[in-house]
C-alpha cells in the first residue's frame, strides 16, 4: 500500500501542494515554521480522521479562506482508491472515490499511517491519559472494532457522569452501572489482548536498542482474566468508590483512569527513566506496533516522522533507519537538515522542499 499522490488546498499554511511521492522514502525539508508538519498532519488525517495535534478541524482551514481540503490517492494491490476530507468550519466532510462517506469506520482503515513524533517521547513522563491515548491509538487501528466499543464507554461514561452531578439516587444510576460495567470490562479486555501481543515484540525490540544491556515491559494495571472476571473486578471498584462518587458527581474508577505503566530494568519509566530511555522506549513501541499492524492488516502502513533527527542519538537513529531499509513501506520524513538525512543509506529518495507554505526544490538549493 502506497501513497500516489497527495493534495493539501488551504491546509492550514498550505494554499495549494500537490505532492508525488516516491513509493519508499520522502523528505520533506525546509526551515522551522515553514508547512513539513502541516503536511504530515494532512496525512496523518487521512489516515484517522483526528490531528495529532488535537486541534479542532477549524484550525486547520487556512487563514481567512472558507474551507480547506485534503485530497490523496491510495495504491493497494495495484487498485487505486481515492480518498478525500473537506473541512468547512466546524464540518468535516469525507469522500471515497468521490461518493460521500456517512459513517467514518468505511473510511478509517483505507489509508493506515503510523506517526513518530517528538511530543510522543514525553508520554512516558506525562499524565496517565497519554499512555492510555497511545495504546488506544495503536490498539485501534490494529482492530477497528476496539473504537466501536471505546465509544460506547465513554457514551455511558458521560451519562453516568452527568447524573452523578445532577445527585441523581441509586436506582437511577443502577442502570447506567451496568451498562458501564459491561463496556468498561470489555475496553480493559481489548487493551489488555492488544498488549499481550505487542509487549513481547516491545520488549525484544528494547534489547535489540540497547545491545542486551536494559530490559524494558508495559503493564496494564488491571490483572489479565476473563471477561466475566473483569466485570466482578470493575463492580468491586465501583462499589469502593461510590460513596465518594456522590459527593464529587463524577465516575471515579474504571479504564478511563487506568494508569498502564512502562517499565525500564524493573523501575518506573515515568519516575526514574533517563531521556535515553523514554526516547529508546518510544521506539521500541513504536516499531512494535508497525510490525504488529504490518502482520494483522497484510500491508505495510506508511509513516510518518517528524523531525526525529532532535529526538534520538546516533546509535537509536541507526537502530531505526536500519530497521526502515528493511521493510518495503513507504516513509514521510520532516527534516530541517536535508543532507543528514539522505545519509541514512535509503537507495530511493525524493525530497520536497517546504518554504512558506509551498514546495520549491529551486529555492532550496
Ligand atoms: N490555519 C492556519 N492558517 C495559516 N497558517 C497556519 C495555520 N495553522 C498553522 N499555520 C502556520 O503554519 C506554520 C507552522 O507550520 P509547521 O508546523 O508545519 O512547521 P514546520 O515546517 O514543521 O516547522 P518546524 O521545523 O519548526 O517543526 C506556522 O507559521 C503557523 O502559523
Known amino acids: 500500500m502506497y501513497l500516489r499522490r497527495l493534495v493539501l488546498h ?79 468550519g466546524q464540518q468535516k466532510s469525507a469522500r471515497i472515490n468521490g461518493k460521500p462517506v456517512s459513517k467514518s469506520s468505511e473510511f478509517l482503515g483505507l489509508f ?6 517528538p511530543e510522543e517521547v514525553g508520554l512516558a513522563r506525562g499524565y496517565p491519559a497519554g499512555r492510555r491515548a497511545l495504546i488506544d491509538r495503536a490498539a485501534f487501528q490494529a482492530e477497528p472494532l476496539f473504537l466501536e466499543r471505546a465509544r460506547a464507554y465513554q457514551r455511558c461514561l458521560q451519562q453516568r457522569n452527568q447524573l452523578l452531578k ?27 489482548t492488544y498488549l499481550q501481543r505487542l509487549v ?20 496494564y494495571p488491571t490483572s489479565a482474566g476473563t471477561e466475566k472476571e473483569l466485570r466482578e473486578g470493575f463492580r468491586k471498584e ?26 525500564v530494568g524493573g523501575h518506573s519509566l515515568r519516575q526514574y527513566g533517563s531521556q535515553g ?24 502502513p506508511v509513516l510518518l516522522l517528524d523531525d526525529m533527527t532532535g529526538e534520538l542519538d546516533r546509535q537509536r537513529q541507526d537502530f531505526f533507519f536500519q530497521f526502515l531499509r528493511s521493510r ?8 530541517t537538515e536535508l543532507q543528514a538525512m539522505c545519509n541514512k543509506g535509503f537507495d530511493d529518495v525524493r525530497s520536497f522542499c517546504v518554504i512558506k507554505g509551498s514546495l520549491n526544490n529551486d529555492a532550496c538549493q
Open 10 to 88: 488551504n491546509f492550514r499554511n498550505l494554499e495549494h501542494v500537490e505532492i508525488l511521492p516516491d513509493r519508499r522514502f520522502n523528505i520533506l525539508w525546509g526551515a522551522n515554521a515553514q508547512g513539513k508538519t502541516n503536511i504530515l498532519e494532512g496525512l496523518y488525517l487521512l489516515g484517522h480522521l483526528k490531528s495529532f495535534r488535537g486541534s479542532p478541524g477549524s484550525d486547520m482551514i487556512r487563514r481567512k479562506m472558507p474551507a480547506g481540503r485534503l485530497f490523496a490517492e491510495v495504491m493497494r494491490d495495484s487498485v487505486l482508491t481515492t480518498i478525500e476530507l473537506t473541512f468547512r
Open 277 to 300: 530511555q523514554q526516547r529508546s522506549f518510544m521506539l521500541a513501541f513504536k516499531t512494535a506496533q508497525i510490525i504488529d499492524l504490518e502482520k494483522i492488516i497484510g500491508q505495510q
Open 166 to 192: 445532577e445527585g441523581c439516587d441509586a436506582s437511577q444510576l443502577s442502570p447506567w452501572n451496568e451498562n458501564l460495567i459491561l463496556t468498561g470490562a470489555r475496553l480493559r479486555l481489548d487493551r489488555i
Open 238 to 263: 465501583l462499589e469502593q468508590v461510590a460513596v465518594q462518587e456522590r459527593r464529587l458527581g463524577r465516575t471515579l474508577a474504571g479504564p478511563h483512569r487506568d494508569d498502564p505503566y512502562f517499565l
Open 112 to 117: 493506515p499511517t503510523i506517526l513518530f513524533s
Open 328 to 335: 518495503q513501506g513507504q516513509v514521510f520524513v520532516t527534516t
Open 200 to 219: 513481547p515484540q516491545l520488549q525484544e525490540i528494547y534489547r535489540q536498542i540497547t545491545a542486551g544491556q536494559e530490559e524494558a515491559d508495559l503493564h
